[in-house]
T-cell receptor, first 112, second 113 residues
Framework: DAKTTQPPSMDCAEGRAANLPCNHS???????VYWYRQIHSQGPQYIIH???NNETNEMASLIITEDRKSSTLILPHATLRDTAVYYC?????????????FGTGTRLTIIP | NAGVTQTPKFRILKIGQSMTLQCTQD?????MYWYRQDPGMGLKLIYY???????DKGEVPNGYNVSRSTTEDFPLRLELAAPSQTSVYFC????????????FGPGTRLTVT
């Protein structure tokens, strides 16, 4: 699986959009980009994934650059409950490649 | 849908005791997983299952056993608990096709003393 690089921490004002970047310059053509988050002491929560196109769901939007070497997770109207560690993961969902490898992630703090 | 549920939420075991951590999912997912997370660390895969009757080892299987008799349930058994098994245990599930994103349960916090 490709390696990812994320900033260790970010702050965002409540109500504003939180934009979390992720660099995955060695991504291969069949690797998906996934975003998860872990709120303190809770189980990791799946947010969104994408392969080539931008994606949006009820939680967030995922913008993937045309060369696929980086992506941005956007939380459009951040709330205090969005304070968490956010993980960008790149992997091929193949048989035999089962585990999710969570790196150090970005600790996002929403400021009231 | 309740998603992935785990019981118990907390448990304290004495060294040498045994216990079973329960995991149930109601999303009809084929894949199920057990991870452990030590304080300040990432998740490590213990065991996984691709369907009823099929299980396989992850990266840290020693000291654990699993079974998968139904699609919904994937219990994790600890035999002869040791202090090194003090951790938070997460169960997850995913579909068989597509991106196979994983959905996690709330976790079981286990202390072995």
């Amino acid at each position: 699986d490709a390696k990812t690089t994320q900033p260790p921490s970010m702050d965002c004002a409540e109500g504003r959009a939180a934009n979390l970047p992720c660099n995955h310059s060695t991504i291969s053509g069949n690797e998906y980009v996934y975003w998860y988050r872990q709120i303190h002491s809770q189980g990791p929560q799946y947010i969104i994934h994408g392969l080539k196109n931008n994606e949006t769901n009820e939680m967030a939007s995922l913008i993937i650059t045309e060369d696929r070497k980086s992506s941005t997770l956007i939380l459009p109207h951040a709330t205090l409950r969005d304070t968490a560690v956010y993980y960008c993961i790149v992997r091929v969902p193949n048989f035999g490649n089962e585990k999710l490898t969570f790196g150090t992630g970005t600790r996002l703090t929403i400021i009231p | 849908n309740a998603g992935v549920t785990q019981t118990p939420k907390f448990r304290i075991l004495k060294i040498g005791q045994s216990m079973t951590l329960q995991c149930t999912q109601d999303m009809n997912h084929n894949y199920m997983y057990w991870y452990r997370q030590d304080p300040g660390m990432g998740l490590k895969l213990i065991y996984y299952s691709v369907g009823a009757g099929i299980t396989d080892k992850g990266e840290v299987p020693n000291g654990y056993n699993v079974s998968r008799s139904t699609t919904e349930d994937f219990p994790l058994r600890l035999e002869l608990a040791a202090p090194s098994q003090t951790s938070v245990y997460f169960c997850a599930s995913s579909t068989l096709q597509g991106a196979r994103e994983q959905y996690f349960g709330p976790g079981t916090r286990l202390t072995v003393t």
